[in-house]
């Protein structure tokens, strides 16, 4: 088998095997046509070029090009070159099933997005110049698995000035979002020999099966009005909590409680998992500082850059207590999932320049406008619901009025092509509650907030 | 216990509670200082703008100010604003120990490294800015499993191409690196019931003990001259091999031995794992298409960016056969460790684009005049040297003359400040070898790449 690059213009993959070079030439193109490999629209390097580079005669070659564009699998223009003709019906590639698309949405108020078209693409391609432009080469290296120190310190500032936390740049592991997070954090207490968790009993599934995929139990702990109940603790060893809003129930763990979860980590080697996953968007003027104050020794407080900036940056930190740290840096390095080492330092240097701050600012008064209009829709069109939670985070919990149903009213929304969900959705087996939905007011872009509130009042409002 | 926001200038959690409001604003400010929350050199908004934000007279902010500046605690300069002082001593923040540097290297011949000064960053820069600008806001949102399809689209035609993989978008999973790709895959092949798998006797220790990881047994197979011999395959699973270049000793698997490699798996279930670190770097004629193309079925094809661009990117792509995808799939989706979505869409641009073409191109040139230079080097001044393997990739392998010792050359090269590995460092438990050097010619920056030449013929050339 003699083979060869073509390095004209595209890397271009032939096999000359067999004595007669032109036709084997005609057999490798017509095959890579054949197969997909070369696909539709495909450029093909000048005769001239590809003869050079594969040593034979530039005739050879056109040759080669004039069999295959008179099969049809390839096209001549003058001035455009010899390309691989849109014609021939290829054979379907064998591959998975594509996943099926979700039913026709067109307004979306299910929770766990920010508004995605707020994303600050210019101030972050000026952060990424930036990172680029200033990082020493050796940064495109591999990097430690906890992350870039430019990162570490940055977080750490910012998390102790905008969130109370008591956190120094050794202490922070940087991941690849929250679940992975998670993902890490359970390996790593699964590791030191933890075997069950304790988690709200609504929340993400998401996060109840990532955390039974690393082999801990799961337990419930039961929800109320002060956040979660600090309940059975004695059969756990860690439990994760959402303390300074719950999600979605948006109540706030009261201080009586936060002191009791943490007076059972300190007597019994528990850990606290904190997920401040919206911390920075509280509309009021009181904000509770992050629960890892009260016990840096045994809560991991875990933030991320999802609802601030955007999920698809893929981009969250922890702040690990000593005890921990080695276990969880040794996740990270099992798995090396870590994250790009530029998307770190484009943070870092969001965070230094002050962008982050006014980005959040800004988001914070569009999303506290955002709750108001909801929460004055709900009050004037929709007697017998009410707005439970924080004025805080980016969703409500709304109690339906008597005799609606969660799964009507999502069905009713779909009807009119908007996305809300049941508090059902988020809740744990066997977790018993009066019909509610979660309203994510995020997610819409700015232009289809008042369409998709008026959607969400006709559903509500309509016979049930 | 009440708290608030400052929202001018900077996000600032200050504790207010009790009744005597300058003395708790005194204590909470001088807290954070003591204990790092607000770090030195911190500007503190303007007291009328934190009495605002607080609620509070301006007074009260200005007298707790300026008893902080006479505590020591704050600077204030007329026109530059409140700042926290660097002079006081901070206690030491708990962490932990920040890993020890390694020791002082100037020269590096070590292996797996590309030369990082030489990474395109305005090229970059400009397909991340087209990125940005052309992406949908929906794009910033969560991801599916396997990748943006944007990305997998780029690379299916690209791998078909260039490296004559039979791919099509939806074979492709996206990861965070190889080593991140090799740990989904041994948990994939875990879950469905594998036990043991073959790698190379030569090798990175990091993937032996990876798929270790994931709960399967390790098994060596002998490396010669025509690369990993099918030895011992009916106990075993799966296979790991670098068929095109094989790392580090740079033998090319045979066309016998693939096929023979490709009859096991047919016959018996099993997996290949086709590691193509370093198939775009190819000096002669003579390439060989990726062994996938023979069996892609049973081939599992990897290939990564961090040979050709850099490893702090952390992309790399598996195409993987059918029957394999919702496993490998599942196991990402279980850890959550995708990718940002920025990064993906930046490289698909930078494939679309040609950018990536041309840069392979101009780097392929590059790394073969610096093989070449070594290759002659070595010939010239080191007598009894011997240089094994193909011309290809960022790597030799030297038998070292009669008489010298890996450790002893190693040791003597360290003392001329270069780093160099023997083989032993990349030899699987038991494996027995004569001594050797695995030099990495890619790493060093272009400028230092003449006198880190000269130190290796030095180290080589001196008295055992």
């Given at each position: 088998m003699v083979e060869t690059w073509a390095i004209s213009g595209v890397d271009l993959h032939v096999d000359l095997s067999g004595t007669r070079v032109r036709e084997a030439l005609e057999r490798s193109l017509r095959d890579a046509v054949q197969t997909g490999r070369l696909t539709p629209g495909t450029l093909l390097p000048p005769s001239r070029a590809l003869a050079g580079d594969l040593g034979i005669a530039r005739n050879t070659v056109a040759e080669a090009y004039g069999q295959l564009v008179g099969e049809g699998w390839l096209t001549a223009r003058q001035g455009s070159g010899t390309r691989v003709a849109t014609q021939p019906a290829l054979p379907a590639p064998a591959g998975p099933v594509t996943a099926v698309p979700a039913p026709a949405i067109r307004y979306d108020l299910r929770a766990?997005?920010?508004?995605?078209?707020?994303?600050p693409r210019g101030e972050w391609l000026a952060a990424c110049r930036s990172a680029l432009n200033t990082m020493p080469a050796d940064a495109l290296g591999y990097d430690q698995p906890h992350g870039r120190a430019e990162l570490r310190t940055a977080l750490a500032t910012y998390l102790a000035r905008a969130r109370g936390v008591r956190a120094n740049a050794d202490a922070i592991v940087v991941c690849a979002g929250f679940t992975h997070a998670l993902w890490l954090l359970g390996r790593a207490l699964r590791h030191r020999g933890a075997r069950a968790i304790g988690v709200e009993a609504y929340g993400h599934q998401r996060h109840r099966d990532v955390l039974t995929d690393t082999g801990l139990r799961v337990v419930a702990l039961p929800v109320d009005a002060d956040g979660a109940t600090p309940a059975g603790l004695d059969n756990l060893d860690a439990v994760l909590l959402?303390?300074?809003?719950?999600?979605?129930?948006?109540a706030v763990l009261s201080a009586r409680r936060r002191i009791e979860f943490a007076a059972w980590a300190a007597k019994s080697g528990g850990v606290v998992i904190e997920d401040?996953?919206?911390?920075?968007?509280?509309?009021?003027r009181r904000a509770l500082g992050a629960?890892?104050?009260?016990a840096p020794n045994d809560v991991v407080y875990a933030g991320t850059a999802s609802k601030t900036l955007a999920p698809g940056l893929r981009l969250a930190w922890l702040v690990v207590p000593t005890r921990l740290m080695s276990a969880v840096v040794g996740s990270q390095a099992a798995v090396d999932s870590r994250t790009a080492v530029l998307d770190q330092l484009t943070l870092a240097e969001f965070i230094d320049s002050g962008r982050y701050d006014r980005h959040i600012r800004r988001s914070r008064l569009a999303y506290r406008h955002r709750r108001d209009r909801l929460v004055a829709t709900l009050a004037r069109r929709v007697p017998g619901g009410t707005v439970r939670g924080l004025p805080a985070g980016l969703q409500v919990l709304l109690d339906l009025p008597a005799g609606r149903h969660e799964t009507d009213v999502v069905a009713h929304a779909a009807a009119r092509e908007l996305a809300v969900e049941g508090l059902a959705t988020y809740a744990a087996d066997g977790t018993e509650h009066t019909p509610a939905l979660v309203i994510g007011?995020?997610?819409?872009?700015p232009h289809a907030y008042t369409t998709a509130l008026a959607r969400l009042s006709a559903t509500l409002t309509e016979a049930p």
């Open positions: 766990g997005y920010p508004d995605l078209t707020s994303f959402t303390p300074a809003h719950q999600f979605p129930t948006g401040d996953y919206d911390g920075e968007f509280r509309y009021d629960m890892q104050a009260l007011y995020g997610t819409p872009p």
